[in-house]
């Protein structure tokens, strides 16, 4: 069992920049494959950004612009957002599983077993 917890979620002005944490505890919390969701207002939940073994995966709509990174003495996966913009907007989730069949389908919500709670980010024009 896995429990993700969230935080970092704020409001912005374009072109600003925020960290989220998302802190993982468990029995299965070892070498954990994290991947970052975020949900728009009425639109479904979409992969952003991942890592597994210090490899990193990112959606075109965030590479270049947000970093995600792992401090395995802490247990967290953090996601960095600079240059943000009002797209970027919507509550951003972080997911975790140990098996490595998810890694190659890091953006898809439904190879996720484990969730956080959620974070909102609002970035204003």
């Known amino acids: 069992q896995v429990s993700l917890v969230e935080s970092g979620g704020d409001s912005v002005q374009t072109g600003g920049s925020l960290t989220l944490a998302c802190v993982g505890s468990?029995?299965?919390?070892?070498?954990?494959?994290v991947s970052w969701f975020r949900q728009a207002p009425g639109k479904e939940r979409e992969g952003i950004a991942a890592?597994?073994?210090?490899?990193?995966r990112y959606d075109a709509a965030v590479q270049g612009r947000f970093t995600i990174s792992q401090d395995n003495t802490k247990n967290t996966v953090s996601l960095h957002l600079n240059n943000l913009k009002p797209e970027d907007t919507g509550m951003y989730y972080c997911?975790?599983?140990?098996?490595?069949?998810?890694?190659?389908?890091?953006?898809?919500?439904?190879?996720?077993?484990?969730w956080g709670q959620g974070t909102q980010v609002i970035v204003s024009s």
């Open positions: 997911a975790a599983d140990s098996r490595l069949s998810t890694w190659y389908l890091w953006y898809r919500p439904e190879g996720f077993p484990y």
């Open positions: 468990g029995s299965s919390w070892l070498r954990p494959i």
């Open positions: 890592i597994y073994n210090g490899d990193t």
